[in-house]
């Protein structure tokens, strides 16, 4: 089983940076992907970074690249989101994940959620 609790989150004006961290527990995390994702209010959840645990591989949703830094602290089992130049539709929960190595951005793949965290962006 593994236990996942995101930190981070809060309220920001436009432009700002955040840093969204994912806490992982519960076992043997070498083979795993994690992965973040976000819901708006009225929207599904999508896919926004994902990295393996190794660090070789990472992927980004194309509205973030540019903005986001997914990265990991194998030492500390923790996951983070640096956030920066945020905009207003970045607003949402923010759901850290574990589940497969290649991190895909299919939601549906990943076994493993945190409880969220909120993110607000004030224009």
């Known amino acids: 089983q593994v236990q996942l609790v995101e930190s981070g989150g809060g309220l920001v004006q436009a432009g700002g940076s955040l840093r969204l961290s994912c806490a992982a527990s519960?076992?043997?995390?070498?083979?795993?992907?994690m992965a973040w994702f976000r819901q708006a209010p009225g929207k599904e959840r999508e896919f926004v970074a994902g990295?393996?645990?190794?660090?070789?591989?990472?992927k980004y949703a194309d509205d973030v690249k540019d903005r986001f830094t997914i990265f990991r602290d194998n030492a500390k089992n923790t996951v983070h989101l640096q956030m920066n130049s945020l905009k207003p539709e970045d607003t949402a929960v923010y759901y850290c994940?574990?589940?497969?190595?290649?991190?895909?951005?299919?939601?549906?793949?990943?076994?493993?959620w945190g409880q969220g965290t909120p993110v607000t962006v004030s224009s």
């Open positions: 994940a574990a589940g497969p190595i290649s991190v895909p951005r299919d939601s549906d793949l990943y076994p493993y």
């Open positions: 519960g076992r043997t995390y070498s083979n795993d992907g």
């Open positions: 990295i393996a645990w190794s660090g070789l591989r990472t």
